[in-house]
């Protein structure tokens, strides 16, 4: 009885809240990061540094200005679009062992070809365009 009594309050406390974000996911990974490096190293005043990355994400989960932030994730989405897709095609090559990943640099839409045919023309099914690329 006493646990829902808390998952209600908890429920009507975040209602209207904004939340976590593809943002909040990477600062949080970065503060973690700068622990890490702050212990490794013994720098403790990044301690303070990853202190308030943990306050920023959260007064972004906790805010009720949900725009603000939704159009703040949007702008750090539309910016790292090309090192997600490197890293996501990094991540398909080491599953899939009989093709390669390319990015096309017209649009970058990752592009699979077979490994093994050497250096290759690739068509992008994206944008048409036309790349070399070593499969």
């Known amino acids: 009885m006493m646990k829902n009594q808390w998952k209600t309050k908890l429920l ?10 593809d943002l909040n996911g990477t600062l949080l990974a970065l503060a973690v990061l700068i622990t890490i490096i702050g212990i490794v190293f013994n ?11 943990l306050i920023y994400i959260n007064y ?14 949007r702008a750090y989405l539309n910016k790292t679009v090309v090192p997600r897709r490197m890293i996501k095609a990094f991540v398909l090559s080491l599953k899939d062992k009989e093709h390669s990943y390319h990015l096309c640099p ?27 690329a070593k499969s």
């Not at 720098?43 to 990355?53: D, R, V």
């Not at 970058?108 to 023309?121: A, E, L």
Request: hydrophobic share 25%; charged share 25%; net charge positive.
């Open 43 to 53: 720098l403790g005043w990044l301690s303070y540094i990853s202190l308030g990355l």
């Open 12 to 21: 009507e406390f975040m209602k209207g809240r904004y939340g976590t974000d």
């Open 106 to 132: 017209g649009c970058h839409t990752i592009c699979r070809v077979p490994k093994g045919k050497g250096q290759i023309d690739v068509h992008c099914p994206g944008c048409g365009k036309t790349f070399s």
């Open 60 to 73: 972004r989960s906790l805010s009720k200005d949900t725009q603000k932030h939704a159009a703040e994730n």
